[in-house]
């Protein structure tokens, strides 16, 4: 499934940038607080990358197999 859908509004997209920012955040605080800097970082960017890694991953709605653009 896409991120940002060409049926998406920009309200909608704009919203789902600031929750993903918001939620990059969060995560980044957890790690630091658990990890220490150094090791909170590397694990936030560990983290990150298997997260968008997915993102790639998932077949989108748009590239499905006879879909006419």
């Known amino acids: ?5 060409r049926t998406d509004e ?5 919203g ?3 929750a993903d920012i918001a939620c990059g ?15 909170g970082v590397i694990a936030f960017v560990i983290l990150e990358t298997a ?3 997915v993102d790639f991953l998932m077949p989108a709605q748009d590239d499905a197999t006879g879909v006419v653009r």
């Open 1 to 5: 499934m896409p991120y940002l859908s």
């Open 10 to 14: 920009r309200v909608q997209r704009g």
């Open 16 to 18: 789902k940038i600031a």
């Open 25 to 39: 955040l969060l995560l980044l605080t957890f790690s630091i607080v658990f990890f220490g800097f150094v090791g």
């Open 51 to 53: 997260l968008i890694g």
